[in-house]
């Protein structure tokens, strides 16, 4: 059988997750491998047609298709998402129709399912016959277990490959076209406003729904915003997954990207990101810009801003792209304002959002809004916490940045919590107390919330 693997890391060959693919190849070495590092020459491919011809062959010859990367912001690195648009942008989805693809990714396990359903959405959408993927934190090759895991995953792969067998479909395929926003008349607001807020855009001047309604925006807000459109900074590449800047913060790229995240969104009190929707998610040139703030580590220096979206395309359709945002935002943590698309057939109705949507902005700036935060925030904040402590010797300033605000929050390192539990364990192991105990648990667990109920007063 003919495999054709993509790696997404910018490490062509040292990658560590090729390493799993390499482990695959000794395992099932029957097999023909050809291993492309979109990762590491997306500005060679794009911009040699011979070298993106001779992929898309490979690609038509194939029988399966491995796509091998490490998440990257909660998604593939921006390289591999440039390649997955080329394809799309020159129609070339001919090449993949009817291969078997799965992924193979390493992580710190945070939010790798975004990065998974995009992959086998995209994979459905160019017609392949996707297989759920496998992934691993980066040192798991390690652990006899894991390549037990791994030994099963690449055999059911390709008997289901060798075999033709039938692939259950996950995701409906877009439904394209949002109705043209049309703005009407806005009568621009005056600029009075005290506070500082950033807007970030990918708009290129293609997306004539997104330009209009980041003008009817700007026009309507009280307040002057400051405008970053990202296909007009210097940018020099995606990032390089070094680590160098884990001690200090400081990435090995001399480029716009440092001064921007300092100077003004670090210092912004609301930032407003306008984006369109290329395939699945956003453009490779926001996912440059998202990777790229690696180089301040995995510590939150947005947290406490005000948030909003504009977004142009199928939102609705691509739940898993909102639970992006949903969760990027909780992590952060920024409050969530709201989120506008084109998605409404009443532009008049899209105007009102948008306006409404900044008088929230400058409201939740005024009020310290903070984020509401669920399950996306909770889970990943322990990830991290317990990333960053065991890694502190690689990522110091994270290290710094946790214990300055506290966020080591190990709940064994609270005494008094500990001494209850060994006490109460002790206790319920009697069976007379442990009878009594649960008698009058309920009405026990209730009290503190009744004493603070009692003294609440209309706000």
Excluded at 230 to 241: E, Q, V
Excluded at 276 to 292: A, L, V
Excluded at 323 to 342: A, F, K, S, W, Y
Excluded at 387 to 414: E, T, V
């Amino acid at each position: 059988m003919k495999v054709t693997v993509f790696s997404g890391s910018p490490k062509g060959e040292h990658s560590v997750t090729l390493r799993y693919l390499e482990y695959i190849k000794k395992r099932f070495p029957d097999h023909e491998y050809t291993v492309f590092h979109v990762g590491r020459d997306i500005r060679k491919i794009e911009n040699d047609a011979v070298l993106f011809q001779s992929i898309l062959e490979a690609v038509r010859h194939s029988d399966a298709v491995f796509w091998c990367f490490p998440v990257f912001y909660l998604c593939v690195p921006a390289p591999l998402k440039r390649f997955v648009e080329l394809v799309f942008e020159r129609s070339r989805k001919e090449a993949f129709q009817g291969k078997y693809a799965s992924a193979v990714t390493t992580s710190g396990h945070f939010f790798d399912h975004v990065a998974h359903n995009y992959v086998h959405s995209v994979s459905e959408d160019l017609g392949m016959q996707y297989l759920k993927g496998f992934s691993a934190e980066m040192q798991d090759l390690l652990r006899p277990e894991i390549r037990e895991n791994l030994d099963d995953f690449a055999e059911q792969f390709f008997r289901t490959a060798a075999e033709k067998q039938p692939v259950e479909k996950v995701f409906e395929p877009l439904k394209a076209g949002n109705p043209e926003y049309q703005p009407g008349e806005i009568t621009p607001s005056a600029k009075s406003g005290k506070w500082k807020v950033v807007l970030v855009t990918d708009a290129a001047g293609d997306d004539v729904n997104l330009e209009r309604m980041t003008d009817s925006f700007l026009a309507s807000l009280p307040n002057p915003v400051e405008v970053i459109n990202l296909n007009r900074i210097r940018m020099k590449g995606g990032c390089l997954s070094c680590y160098q800047c884990g001690i200090e913060n400081v990435c090995v790229y001399d480029d716009d990207i440092g001064s921007i995240y300092r100077e003004k969104l670090m210092k912004a009190d609301a930032i407003v990101y306008a984006a369109g929707i290329r395939d699945r998610f956003f453009s490779s040139r926001m996912k440059m810009f998202w990777d790229r703030s690696f180089f301040l580590g995995h510590a939150p220096p947005l947290m406490g801003k005000q948030a909003a979206w504009i977004i142009s395309g199928p939102l609705r359709q691509i739940p898993n792209l909102r639970q992006m945002i949903e969760g990027l935002m909780e992590n952060c943590p920024m409050n969530l304002v709201g989120i506008v698309t084109d998605e409404y057939p009443d532009s008049g109705e899209i105007t009102g959002l948008l306006e409404n949507m900044g008088r929230e902005i400058l409201l939740g700036v005024e009020r310290k809004i903070r984020s509401k935060v669920s399950f996306f925030g909770v889970g990943g904040h322990l990830l991290f916490r317990d990333l960053i402590y065991r890694g502190s010797y690689l990522f110091r300033a994270d290290d710094r940045f946790y214990r300055k605000h506290g966020l080591y929050d190990y709940p064994q390192n609270n005494l008094g919590e500990r001494l209850t539990g060994i006490l109460l364990w002790n206790l319920t192991s009697i069976p007379a107390i442990r009878k009594k105990f649960f008698q009058g648990a309920f009405e026990k667990m209730l009290e503190p919330f009744q004493k603070l109920l009692n003294g609440v007063r209309p706000r």
